[in-house]
């Protein structure tokens, strides 16, 4: 069956009869509300394309239609990366099928369980999965469509049944940026009804992220969420803060907010570290009911926000006594000219070993492209008898990783 | 310059450089954190594409790299609709031009102020403009790029420096509707260190849509902080709920939650209005600071909104002193196998302007398709001597239209 559907009412009716409706005056303007680039022609030949199809056996079926096109490839962060035989490497993809009706196919056998991003490759060209509203954005990075493969694995990822948080968007001023900025607060459920003081998690992003990054492709919301109501973490507080120092906010609120943020501006100059311990802590300790002091305080972060846990925590010894460090180690990012100060690390070492967290973590994928800095950073903290636990998963630099990352790591706070 | 970015790093670099340390013992793994589908091949003959590109005219560029396509076209939702030629109507579209680089290209004159949804047509395939990480999603119906042009009239619609309020996601139970249900309630500048009881304005999407269309598309949020710190509304609460009585949540929280909602079933079963006055009303009143009676509570909706907000309005007459109805009337939707019951309009009308409500608005486009519902819906009115306030507008079916109605009634609001 064919459908038409129009924007703001929510009618969907088969398309005949729409087509047939407006031919009749008034009806003139109907297409007004169909999405922009849909023609009368097109919608009258279109039959719904279903993408992405879930199986049973959780094998997926991606369709997309292009009657036109000579050649359509499916690329998701899930494939793997491989020599392309001109001396690069590349992401493998699957190529799809056309069908005699113009829309292409191809059945990826049973995924696991997850959390997935993907697209298209039409004739070369990047394509979001039209079929598919379910879209996400990865920092200044790309966009992609969203795929959830159901399971186990992927439990802790969705909103399910039961209490749940309060994911508040608030902004805040950071005289040491000179900024009024961004961020997102987690309360988790129960909060408004209580008078605890709960204790707060600071979850950093990575370069080229934003404050949306947790709450969308990291769902930390879900994540914290379905931790609690298992029993498996404390209640908590979650603050996801904008980690680029130039920068008030996403660049999706507001074109003249923006200040187009290179990323490495948070690497590298403090900047951030110095706002987090003076702006935001401060901030969110006068709004919220929290309870203070370093037993009451854990810090994570990935990549670029795993150099800055590090910075903050080093430069703060008594101030978290949980501390998480993800896909980041002392790195030498000089050929990319970003200078890291590791000058001090010895001293820090000492200084933070002296205050005793309860615990420091370290994760790090066995493909990281950082792994090296993981080891050298151990092999330095080993040499001070730096009390720290390590955790080395599979894969690499990847939203998989960080998810997984913080659905343990929560569990460790606050005990 | 080319560049090559790597996620989560934020690093950008020149993508010859990047290509050369690739081939150092240890990169393998450097592609696993580039976008999903981009190839070093491509990467490497890749100049960054700029679009869309605003002139200081307010011209504006869009560009998309398909050296391979036959045929682009841009699409927005700016641009009219006019016979096809083949006895239907279509959205008229804008050529690209292809460059020797495989970079289409048009420019299109000075545009208005606004906030614009656009996507490219690539050899009839809608995809959205790679080079753009501004995306947003229209319900149900479709996704597309984002272009913000600034202006007088399109000053409301983004964050300005200032003070600025909270968005917060919270879950309620609604045991009308048997579901922990989503929304997203607006607290204004000032409100966490205040003691004041504030007033509410309760703001419903239309069919199709979810609880996400006005803190996204419709750019309630940054409307109302802007109307308030320029002194032209009162401070408020603006709660944005899921009108689909059928849905907990957007399909984007959950794929467990979704029970995919036709849209329709918010039209004519009068679920959700019952839900909106036993469940959510309550929950509000008993969890923020909000002043309590008629002339503390606003009710306002667009297209389905806006017969829910009628429902809701002529079913409780004593609840709210401000009512708004946009882009609806008494509509006929049985062609569409809709059956709003109008029978007791009369009695409704009677009722409602026996309590006397300060403000009933009504606000339609001239071109919207459901124009002569509203003559019909006012001409009901007037026979009954029931007072309203009519706007009349340029347009038709729109979010252009819903933002420049809700700037126009909060100020209206609380007087």
Request: hydrophobic share 40%; aromatic share 10%.
């Given at each position: 069956?064919?459908?038409?559907?129009?924007?703001?009412?929510?009618?969907?009716?088969?398309?005949?009869?729409?087509?047939?409706?407006?031919?009749?005056?008034?009806?003139?303007?109907m297409?007004?509300?169909?999405?922009?680039?849909?023609?009368?022609?097109?919608?009258?030949?279109?039959t719904?394309?279903?993408?992405?199809?879930?199986?049973?056996?959780?094998?997926?079926?991606?369709?997309?239609?292009?009657?036109?096109?000579?050649?359509?490839?499916?690329?998701?962060?899930?494939?793997?990366?491989?020599?392309?035989?001109?001396?690069?490497?590349?992401?493998?993809m699957?190529?799809?099928?056309?069908?005699?009706?113009?829309?292409?196919?191809?059945?990826?056998?049973?995924?696991?369980?997850?959390?997935?991003?993907?697209?298209?490759?039409?004739?070369?060209?990047?394509?979001?999965?039209?079929?598919?509203?379910?879209?996400?954005?990865?920092?200044?990075?790309?966009?992609?469509?969203v795929?959830?493969?159901?399971?186990?694995?992927?439990?802790?990822?969705?909103?399910?049944?039961?209490?749940?948080?309060?994911?508040?968007?608030?902004?805040?001023?950071?005289p040491?940026?000179?900024?009024?900025?961004?961020?997102?607060?987690?309360?988790p459920?129960?909060?408004?009804?209580?008078?605890?003081?709960?204790?707060?998690?600071?979850?950093?992003?990575?370069?080229?992220?934003?404050?949306?990054?947790?709450?969308?492709?990291?769902?930390?919301?879900?994540?914290?969420?379905?931790?609690?109501?298992?029993?498996?973490?404390?209640?908590m507080?979650?603050?996801?803060?904008?980690?680029?120092?130039?920068?008030?906010?996403?660049?999706?609120?507001?074109?003249?907010?923006?200040?187009?943020?290179?990323?490495?501006?948070?690497?590298?100059?403090?900047?951030?570290e110095?706002?987090?311990?003076?702006?935001?802590?401060?901030?969110?300790?006068?709004?919220?009911?929290?309870?203070?002091?370093?037993?009451?305080?854990?810090?994570?972060?990935?990549?670029?926000?795993?150099?800055?846990?590090?910075?903050?925590?080093?430069?703060?010894?008594?101030?978290?006594?949980?501390?998480?460090?993800?896909?980041?180690?002392?790195?030498?990012?000089?050929?990319?000219?970003i200078?890291?100060?590791?000058?001090?690390?010895?001293a820090?070492?000492?200084?933070?070993?002296?205050?005793?967290?309860?615990?420091?973590?370290?994760?790090?994928?066995?493909?990281?492209?950082?792994?090296?800095?993981?080891?050298?950073?151990r092999?330095?903290?080993?040499?001070?008898?730096?009390?720290?636990t390590?955790?080395?998963?599979?894969?690499?630099?990847?939203?998989?990783?960080?998810?997984?990352?913080?659905?343990?790591?929560?569990?460790?706070?606050?005990?």
């Open positions: 069956m064919r459908h038409i559907t129009f924007t703001g009412l929510g009618i969907v009716i088969p398309v005949e009869r729409a087509l047939r409706k407006m031919r009749f005056a008034g009806f003139l303007t297409l007004l509300l169909v999405a922009p680039g849909m023609q009368a022609q097109e919608l009258a030949q279109q719904p394309v279903v993408s992405p199809e879930l199986a049973a056996d959780n094998s997926v079926t991606f369709r997309i239609k292009a009657p036109d096109a000579a050649e359509v490839k499916l690329t998701g962060n899930w494939m793997p990366v491989a020599p392309d035989g001109q001396g690069g490497f590349a992401q493998q699957v190529s799809l099928e056309k069908g005699g009706d113009g829309v292409w196919a191809a059945t990826v056998p049973a995924m696991d369980p997850e959390l997935y991003a993907y697209a298209f490759m039409v004739d070369g060209v990047r394509t979001l999965d039209p079929a598919n509203k379910h879209i996400v954005r990865d920092g200044r990075f790309s966009t992609a469509s795929l959830y493969v159901p399971g186990e694995a992927s439990d802790l990822y969705w909103a399910k049944k039961g209490p749940k948080g309060s994911v508040h968007e608030v902004w805040y001023e950071s040491t940026l000179g900024l009024t900025r961004r961020m997102f607060v987690y309360t459920p129960g909060y408004a009804e209580s008078n605890a003081n709960y204790p707060v998690l600071y979850l950093l992003h990575g370069g080229g992220g934003d404050e949306e990054a947790w709450p969308t492709l990291g769902a930390a919301p879900n994540i914290i969420d379905n931790l609690i109501n298992a029993g498996k973490a404390k209640p507080l979650v603050v996801m803060t904008n980690g680029n120092p130039d920068q008030a906010a996403a660049f999706t609120v507001s074109p003249k907010l923006d200040t187009e943020s290179q990323g490495a501006g948070g690497m590298a100059n403090m900047l951030f110095k706002s987090l311990v003076n702006d935001v802590i401060p901030y969110i300790e006068a709004h919220y009911q929290v309870a203070t002091g370093k037993e009451n305080r854990a810090l994570t972060g990935l990549s670029m926000g795993g150099l800055q846990t590090m910075n903050t925590s080093f430069e703060n010894p008594g101030m978290f006594d949980y501390i998480g460090v993800m896909s980041m180690g002392f790195a030498d990012l000089s050929r990319f000219g200078n890291i100060d590791h000058s001090k690390r010895e820090q070492i000492k200084a933070l070993g002296a205050a005793d967290p309860d615990l420091y973590w370290i994760a790090c994928g066995k493909d990281d492209f950082l792994y090296e800095s993981v080891v050298t950073m092999e330095q903290l080993d040499a001070l008898d730096f009390d720290y390590y955790r080395e998963s599979p894969g690499g630099h990847t939203w998989s990783n960080w998810r997984i990352y913080l659905s343990e790591f929560a569990p460790m706070l606050f005990k």
